[in-house]
C-alpha cells in the first residue's frame, strides 16, 4: 500500500478519483474464467479508456458464482495489469461469510490493491440494526489496514440511513461509499460527511450534476464507462473532465449527446438479465464477454437479435 491506515482517507482523497467501472468476469465456453480474455479487457479499460481505475469481482463480476481461489487470482490479474499501466483498482471483498470477507480482504492488501470495498451484511430475521452494521464494519476496520469502501444496495434488504454512514465514516481506514439509494438519502449523506470520504452512486445519469451541486470527485460506478465508451468516443471521460474544469455548460452538452446509447442499452436489457445483457454489448464493442454462469440464465437467440438492433441504433463510435 502507498499510505498507511491512518493516512488511509487523506490518500484517497488525494487518489480515489475520477470515473471508475464495475469489471466483467468473461467465462469461457467451459465454464473456467478466461484470464486472457479478462487480461484483454482489463489493458483496453485502464489504458484504451483511461479510467480513473476498476472496481473488481463486484455483483457485475458475478462474484457470488465464483470461488475463493477464483476471486483471489482475479484480483491479482488485476493489480498487476493496473500496476503495468499506472492504474488504480478497488477489489469487492463482499460476502455472506466474514472470514471470506477478511481473507480476500487481506489478499487484496498482499497484492497490491489500492482499496477494497465490501457491501453491508446481508441480514436475517430483521436484524438490521444500525448497532450490528456498524459493528460488521468496525471489526473489518480492525482488521485491515487497506482503505475500505462500503457499498449499501436495496439487494442487501435494507438501506443504510445517512447517519448511521456518516458514523461508520469515522472509522480511520473507512474512505468512500458506493450509496446506491435515492438521491435524497445520498445528498443528505455529503453534508454529514463533508470531505471526510468519497461519496458516490451508481447511476451515471445523475454524476455530473452531483459533480457540480455536490462537489463530488469520484464515480463509483458501474458498466457505463465501459459500455458506453470506446477508443474512439469517449463522452463520459469528456464531460467528467469538463465538469472538473467548471464548464458545466458544455459538459452538459457532451453528457445529452449520449442519451441515444443510455436508451439503446436499456431498451434492449432483458427482465432479471444484467450480467449476460451486458456481456453480449461488450462483445458488440469488440471486448471479451462470454456466457454467464448460474444460476444466472443465458440470452436467448431472440433476446441476442434486439441487443444487436438497438446497439447499431446507439450511436457509439466504434474503435
Known amino acids: 500500500m502507498n499510505y498507511s491506515k491512518q493516512d488511509?482517507?487523506?490518500?484517497?482523497?488525494?487518489?480515489?478519483?475520477?470515473?471508475?467501472?464495475?469489471?466483467?468476469?468473461p467465462f469461457d465456453a467451459s465454464g473456467a474464467v478466461d484470464e486472457e480474455g479478462f487480461r484483454a479487457n482489463l489493458r483496453h479499460w485502464m489504458g484504451g479508456l483511461k479510467l480513473g481505475g476498476l472496481f473488481v469481482?463486484?455483483?457485475?463480476?458475478?462474484?457470488?458464482?465464483?470461488?475463493?481461489?477464483?476471486?483471489?487470482r482475479s484480483f491479482a490479474i488485476a493489480a498487476e495489469e493496473a500496476a503495468a499501466l499506472g492504474s488504480r483498482t478497488v477489489m469487492s471483498c463482499s460476502d455472506t461469510?466474514?472470514?471470506?470477507?477478511?481473507a480476500l480482504g487481506r489478499h487484496a492488501q498482499a497484492v497490491g490493491a489500492d482499496w477494497i470495498v465490501v457491501h453491508s451484511p446481508v441480514l436475517h430475521f430483521g436484524a438490521d440494526t444500525d448497532e450490528t452494521i456498524y459493528e460488521y464494519y468496525r471489526h473489518i476496520s480492525e482488521q485491515l489496514d487497506i482503505g475500505i469502501a462500503m457499498w449499501n444496495h436495496p439487494d442487501c434488504g435494507y438501506l443504510?440511513?445517512?447517519?448511521?454512514?456518516?458514523?461508520?465514516?469515522q472509522l480511520p481506514n473507512i474512505v468512500a461509499i458506493k450509496y446506491s439509494v435515492p438521491r435524497e438519502m445520498y445528498i443528505?449523506?455529503?453534508?454529514?460527511?463533508?470531505?471526510?470520504?468519497?461519496?458516490?452512486?451508481?447511476?451515471?445519469?445523475?454524476?455530473?450534476?452531483?459533480?457540480?451541486e455536490l462537489g463530488w470527485r469520484l464515480y463509483l460506478c458501474?458498466?457505463?464507462?465501459?459500455?458506453?465508451?470506446?477508443?474512439?468516443?469517449?463522452?463520459?471521460?469528456?464531460?467528467?473532465?469538463?465538469?472538473?474544469?467548471?464548464?458545466?455548460?458544455?459538459?452538459?452538452v457532451v453528457r445529452d449527446s449520449l442519451e441515444s446509447a443510455r436508451q439503446a442499452f436499456k431498451a434492449c436489457k432483458p427482465k432479471g438479465k444484467p450480467q449476460a445483457h451486458s456481456k453480449y454489448w461488450l462483445e458488440l464493442l469488440g471486448r471479451v464477454g462470454g456466457p454467464v454462469r448460474r444460476p444466472l440464465l443465458p440470452l436467448t437467440e431472440a433476446e441476442k437479435a434486439t441487443i444487436r438492433e438497438q446497439f447499431a441504433l446507439s450511436g457509439l463510435k466504434l474503435d
Open 160 to 169: 443504510m440511513s445517512p447517519a448511521l454512514c456518516a458514523r461508520i465514516a
Open 188 to 212: 443528505e449523506l455529503s453534508r454529514l460527511v463533508g470531505d471526510q470520504i468519497q461519496v458516490s452512486t451508481a447511476s451515471e445519469e445523475e454524476w455530473l450534476d452531483n459533480i457540480e
Open 97 to 102: 461469510n466474514l472470514d471470506t470477507v477478511l
Open 57 to 72: 469481482c463486484g455483483k457485475q463480476g458475478e462474484f457470488f458464482a465464483m470461488s475463493l481461489a477464483e476471486r483471489k
Open 8 to 25: 488511509a482517507k487523506a490518500y484517497a482523497k488525494a487518489h480515489f478519483t475520477g470515473v471508475w467501472a464495475a469489471t466483467l468476469t
Open 222 to 252: 458501474s458498466t457505463p464507462p465501459l459500455l458506453l465508451q470506446t477508443g474512439a468516443d469517449q463522452r463520459i471521460n469528456d464531460y467528467t473532465r469538463l465538469a472538473f474544469e467548471g464548464k458545466f455548460k458544455e459538459a452538459r
